[in-house]
């Protein structure tokens, strides 16, 4: 028999998710995304520049910055302190959304990401890989629209959701407190076409098999399913361009 979560859920159910695009005035692509009581605000920018070893070679690029604020979490944080955490996450969120972009169609421009975490319960890293594909998005049609490029470049929709074992059942979507009470922690990003981006996975008390494993995968993609859904009908002025 499975039991309740902590909140209520079920094991295979998501957070409650709500995206509010156009959040940030100025900039080119922005979006407010909540999951659960997670909240991130997420913009995008243009910079008609890109990194010293890019240039001359036709290509663009998209990079990101992560944050919190100081009471996003339980106890104040330092303000504009970049830990090894924060650096580790905004590489996996720039990683994640360069793989849906054919950059050479950006020609030699870079995207910047910036999520701000401004209330933490969980997911942070993951929710600022789907907020972020939002803002990106909305960025290079923006873009696209001023004919300051002539190509849209991304090519499929991006998600990622976290996974975990608690009490010997594998649940979807972790919060703050399961994420501390987890034998299994694990963040996966995918691609519409269904292609793992990245699978993070860790035993925080109990070793998994593989068979645990694929069902950790197979619950994953069921809830990057629904998100990559959601995405659709927020983008969905955006068709035929973003299929």
Known sequence: MQKKRYDGREPDQLRKIKITRDYIKHAEGS?????????????????KNVPPWLRGQGSGWVKAEYGMLPRATQN???RDRISGRSMEIQ???GRSLRSVVNLRRMGEKTIWIDCDVIQADGGTRTTSIVGGFIAMA????????????TEFPVNEF????SVGLLNGQPILDLNYREDVDVDVDMNVVMKSSGEFVEVQGTAEGKTFTREQFDQFLDLAKKGIDDIIDLQRNT?????????
Do not use: F
Not at 138 to 149: P, Q
Not at 158 to 161: H, I, P, R
Not at 235 to 243: H, S
């Open 31 to 47: 979006c407010l995304i909540e999951m659960g009581n997670t909240r991130v605000i997420c913009t995008a920018s243009m910079d």
């Open 76 to 78: 104040r944080n330092l």
């Open 91 to 93: 590489r996996l969120i």
């Open 138 to 149: 909305d960025c290079l049609h923006k873009m696209y629209r001023e004919a300051l490029i």
């Open 158 to 161: 991006l998600a990622a959701t």
């Open 235 to 243: 983008l969905k002025d955006l068709q035929p361009l973003l299929t």
